[in-house]
């Protein structure tokens, strides 16, 4: 079984900042990309930022230059640093993990429960 629990999420005001982090356990053999996605009520998820194994990430074009996705590999976490949070970064955001355990299934994703960020205007 594998397991991934999110933290971090809350309620601040625009302008400010928050930290997210998401911890990934069990039978894990390996795992490639971590990653993090959002949902807004009555919007479809959305990724916001992802990274992989070696290091290389990725942003939507909506998050770039204020949001920052990292990762310690050797704790299986991935961390997603706010900055300058707008109302329309409202919306639950849910972890993500490619990843392989121990069977001779491929990689599969894995979803974290959700966190909830509120941004007040």
């Known amino acids: 079984q594998v397991q991934l629990v999110e933290s971090g999420g809350g309620l601040v005001q625009a302008g400010g900042s928050l930290r997210l982090s998401c911890a990934a356990s069990?039978?894990?053999?390996?795992?490639?990309?971590m990653g993090w996605y959002r949902q807004a009520p009555g919007k479809q998820r959305e990724l916001v930022a992802a990274i992989t194994s070696g290091g290389s990430t990725n942003y939507a074009d909506s998050v770039k230059g204020r949001f920052t996705i990292s990762r310690d590999n050797a704790k299986n976490t991935v961390y997603l640093q706010m900055n300058s949070l707008k109302p329309e970064d409202t919306a639950v955001y849910y972890c993500n993990a490619r990843l392989s355990d121990y069977s001779p299934a491929p990689p599969y994703d894995y979803w974290g429960q959700g966190t909830q960020v509120t941004v007040s205007s």
């Open positions: 069990g039978s894990i053999f390996s795992i490639n990309a």
